[in-house]
């Protein structure tokens, strides 16, 4: 049988995602200091025309590196509040809804065989308060659930926020540190420059919004802020909010 799922299985992606960007984001710097020294080092040979054609490559790399670190800076900020989602929501299940929902059967299970035997108004009122009882047993456990799915929706789409822009991260470094080699004289720079400012286009124009387009999503998981205040404020089975009482006294 199939372990079931646990946090694990999104904080360790999630945790890899943020491993990944920031040795992307090393190496892309590292490689994109050290392509910019290859040029100054032969400017003197290049020419204007060359030099403001190369300048104009690297300036649209620059852009998308900058881009790419403020993402990820941002990104990291949030590392530890997402981790706590997903921590919360398997919480929610584990230490709430489970528990809880072990006691719907018991709520209405007699004790004592005999029982089955109760008879007159005093039966009646036990079975009364007995099944109000088990209904706000039952929707504990509904409105636990929801709960949990909530913010897991949000955690989700912060995990998968976090591995895309860890994948355009490490992709983009890749482009980088291939310009870097390329350029191993004044002949391969521009040809090295100009497929690195190509890349970074196009990095800027699909990869990013792929990321929006998950932003939206989590955007989305938020919205649904409305959905979550509804079941929570709906007390038909829990009057006024709080538990049925079975014993006035």
């Known amino acids: 049988m199939a372990q079931p799922m646990g946090p694990q299985e999104y904080t360790e992606p999630l945790n890899k995602a943020f491993d990944d960007m920031r040795e992307g984001i090393d190496r892309a710097v590292a490689k994109f200091n050290g392509l910019v020294d290859k040029v100054k080092q032969w400017a003197w040979l290049l020419g204007a025309a060359t030099l403001a054609w190369i300048k104009n490559n690297l300036d649209t790399a620059r852009e998308a590196l900058e881009l790419l670190v403020e993402k990820a800076k941002y990104a990291t900020q949030h590392q530890t509040p997402v981790t706590s989602l997903i921590l919360t929501s398997f919480m929610w299940v584990n230490q709430v809804k489970t528990p809880v929902s072990d006691l719907s059967f018991q709520s209405t299970e007699p004790a004592d065989e005999e029982m089955a035997k109760w008879t007159g108004d005093a039966a009646m ?57 390329e ?36 955007v989305d998981a938020l919205g649904n802020v409305r959905d979550l205040g509804s079941q929570v404020g709906d007390h038909s089975r829990l009057p006024g909010g709080t538990w049925p009482e079975a014993v006035r006294g």
């Open 125 to 181: 009122s036990y079975n009364l308060k007995a099944g109000k009882q088990r209904a706000a047993i039952d929707e504990t456990v509904i409105k636990t659930e929801f709960v949990s799915q909530w913010l897991f929706n949000i955690a989700k789409a912060n995990v998968d926020f976090a591995v895309e822009l860890a994948h355009v991260i490490t992709k983009f470094a890749g482009h980088v540190a291939d310009a870097f080699v």
């Open 183 to 218: 350029a191993a004289g004044v002949v391969t720079i521009p040809w090295a420059v100009d497929t690195l400012g190509d890349a970074a286009g196009m990095l800027l124009e699909s990869g990013l919004n792929h990321l929006i387009s998950i932003g939206e999503r989590f």
